[in-house]
């Protein structure tokens, strides 16, 4: 009888160990294409991304560059005070997003050219995505919003 109840528990643990491990890798299998990683202009020239890889590129629209083509088709340059990297993107923007601004865009390099899916802008004056802020720091050319200048 003891041995029955102990070999009945060694079977169950089995199992469960099994299921976790089926379940970790179903996770990580359903997520690999959930996950991307965010890049400065500087980053992207300094480190090319893979051919087909998925980022978020983010920093400060130029000045100057924005340009309305046909149609939604938007381009411009993403910049961080050290590089800039041509943007392409077909579809509506927000409406806070113009130059001088912060943006994230999700998408991939196809050449020298960033064609983005998605374009997010700050939500207000005063915020930026951390990682560019962090970016722009990196680069020496952040100005915190809430300090004047002077």
């Known amino acids: 009888m003891k041995n029955l109840k102990k070999t009945r528990r060694i079977q169950i643990l089995a199992v469960a160990g099994v299921a976790l491990a089926l379940s970790t890798a179903l996770i ?5 294409d959930g996950i991307n990683f965010f890049r400065a202009p500087s980053q992207v020239l300094a480190e090319p991304p893979k051919p087909g890889e998925v980022f978020r590129l983010g920093g400060l629209v130029e000045t100057g560059t924005l340009v309305r083509g046909q149609g939604e088709e938007i381009t ?3 910049t961080d005070g050290g590089a800039s990297v041509p943007v392409k993107f077909t579809g509506v923007l927000p409406d806070l997003f113009g130059e001088g601004k912060g943006m994230v865009g999700t998408g ?3 050449g020298e050219t960033f064609i983005a899916r998605e374009i997010l802008a700050k939500h207000d004056e005063n915020y930026m995505p951390k ?3 962090d970016a722009l720091k990196e680069q ?3 100005r915190d919003p ?5």
């Open 28 to 32: 990580g299998y359903g997520m690999r």
């Open 76 to 78: 411009f340059k993403v």
């Open 108 to 110: 991939e390099m196809q």
């Open 131 to 133: 990682e560019v802020t």
């Open 140 to 142: 020496g050319v952040y």
């Open 146 to 150: 809430a300090k004047p200048e002077g």
